[in-house]
Each structure stands twice: as C-alpha cells, then as structure tokens.
C-alpha cells in the first residue's frame, strides 16, 4: 500500500512539474531574447572596433587596455569606490533611521511619511535640474543664505574643484526611500511575540533594537545596499544634467564615458564600459551577498 501511495505521490508531481515549466517557459523566452542575448552581444563586440554600421573587427583586449591606460576611466573608478561607501553609509544609515523611526509611529509619522516620500517620485532629471538652481552662485538657495553670514562668499558649486563632487553628491545623499521602504517592511514582519518577551526580560528600547531588529533586518539592509551603490554605478541623469563629468574629470563616471563613446561612433570601447559596469554589478552582489550572510535564514 505504502509503495502505491508512493508512486502516485511521484507521479502528481511529475503532472505538477509540467506546468510549472510551462508557466516558466514566457519568463524563460523573455530572458534569453531580452538578457542573455544582449549580454552576449556586449561581450563580445567589446572586444571589437566597431562604429555602429560596419561589421565588428575583432582586436581583442585593445578596448580595456585603452580604458585602464585613461585618467578619466580610472577617475571613474576612484569615483564610483567613493560614492559606493558614502551610499553604503550615510545614504543606507539615513534610510534606515527613517525606517525605524516609522516604526515607532511616534506623533506626526503619517505626516513625516508622506513629506518623505513625495520627493522620491520626483525623477532623478528633475531633481539634478532644482539642484542646479540651488547651488547657483548667484540666485541659489544655499549660496544666499551663506552670505548672510559671509557676504564675500561666491562658489559656482557644480563648476569648481572639489565642490562639484560634493554637490552631485547631494543631489542624492538623502533621497533614500526605497531604502526606508524595503527595512521598514521587514521590521513590520518581526514577530510581536519577540519584542513583548525581551521587554518581560528587561530588555531596553536600544537594546530590542541591536539584538533584535537589527539582525532581523539583515536581508533588507544588505539589499537596500546593493540597490544603493549598484545606483551609483548607473548614476548618469544627476551627473549628465549638472556637470557633464567636470570640472575636468573630477565627477566623470562610466556611464557618461559609455555614452560620450557612442557619441563618437565607439561602440566597442562603448560596451567594454558595459562590460566593467555589469562585473561591477556581479562583485557588489557577491561581496553584499557573503557580508550580511543574505543566503542564510534570520528566523
């Protein structure tokens, strides 16, 4: 009898199987004619000279021996490395101090909520635009309000080195509210049984949330960071739209060099930029991945 029941338990799964597969196969087409193939192409032709129309000549690894020999690709990286801790530290610890405050609900949370979220769905052109404005030197927000305790203050911000840097920086240092989204919805799947028995035990509000949130949270900090330096890795509008990678190359990046390549009809040189951003991509996800344990469960 048992031996029946077991052959009929395999073959409903077997029967399960197929159209799990069959409801898998449009994700499946979709992947390998929009993902795989593209990234396939990228690849390989950014081992090639090619303008666009020509066929692709293969010159093997010409393209990223010109990139590392560029002072603009490596002031990119060094760029792209300070812009990953400031977004992983100041940008993560904002939103997720937001997070916890909401959580908390305190007097006014609503409120707070709403004011903190309408300028996120502003888009990132947008807000590089109003951010011109408010470090122009001569009508910005900022500068006059600076004068009114040092009338001889002038600095064009998005024009002078180091400022530029600093004020590209701020076009998105505090806008992290997909950051604050995505902890604030694992901090309202803990478990109440948990804070109500380390309360019974003494346990303060500091310490419910260091020994508890926290670590219940891993997963939506770990990922609220890939999401947050994988963004500075694609940053294109802020930096396109205030100061096109100057002065000099001080805010350069790659994916302003990925599009002024393209520009010059260097589609090669163009996808081995590509190629750098999407390994980038792959080691930010690896190194988070093995950091915050995210493959383990919390519970």
Known sequence: MKKRE????????????????????????????????????????????????????????KNYMDMFTNDAFLISLKNIVLWSVIASTLHMGFGVLVAFI????????????GVFMIPNVISAAAWAMIYKFIFNDDMGFLNNIIRKFNPDFHVQWFYNSPFAFWAVTCTWLFYSVIVTLIVLNDLMAIPEELTEAAKVDGATGWQITKNIHLPLCRNAIGTGIICSITARVAMYEQIALTTAGGPGDDTMNLPIILVKSIQDMKYGYAN????????????????????????????
């Open 102 to 113: 909401l959580y908390h609900k305190p007097r006014g949370w609503k409120f707070t909520r």
């Open 272 to 299: 081995a930029n590509g190629v750098i951003m999407f390994i980038l991509g792959l080691v930010i996800l690896a190194v988070v991945n093995k950091a915050f344990k995210m493959n383990e469960s919390v519970y």
């Open 6 to 61: 077991k052959v009929a338990i395999s073959n409903l799964e077997k029967r399960n199987y197929k159209w799990i597969y069959l409801f898998l196969l449009p994700s499946v087409v979709v992947f390998l004619i929009f993902y795989l193939q593209p990234i396939i192409t990228v690849f390989y032709t950014s081992l090639t000279k090619w303008d666009g129309f020509n066929s692709p000549q293969f010159i093997g690894l």
